[in-house]
């Protein structure tokens, strides 16, 4: 059911926990299926230096989040946003169709904690993009 990609971050997922006083907080869920899942990132000019998750979910759910965080690690902000659920499916060689929403929680935690970093720094893009 899941690639080998897929179980890898399941079982051993990247960038696990969350950051003290993080620059930024997104937290998303799904009420159809109970995910939740909460990124925080670590921004030093435009850049995301850290980025940590926190998920309550299923294995697709805890992989998605490991991978968005490994993707957005190193780039800017804008690049970050450019992130998209199918480019989190994509790095973790797919997901089944029933488990795409899971992805779509990862984009969105991606963006609402972008989001926040920019609301908190009074930025005129704080909408997420």
Known sequence: MYSERVMDHFMNPRNMGEIPDA????????????????ITLR???DRIVDAKFKTFGCAAAIASSSMA???IRG????EALAVTNKAVAEAL??????????????????????????ARHGSPEASGG
């Open 23 to 38: 620059d930024g907080v997104g937290e998303v869920g799904n009420p159809a299926c109970g995910d939740i899942m909460r």
């Open 75 to 78: 780039k800017t902000l804008d």
């Open 93 to 118: 060689e797919g997901l089944p169709p029933q488990k795409l929403h899971c992805s779509v929680l990862a984009e969105e935690g991606i963006r609402k904690a972008i989001a926040d970093y920019r």
């Open 69 to 71: 965080t490994e993707l």
């Open 43 to 45: 921004i030093e000019g």
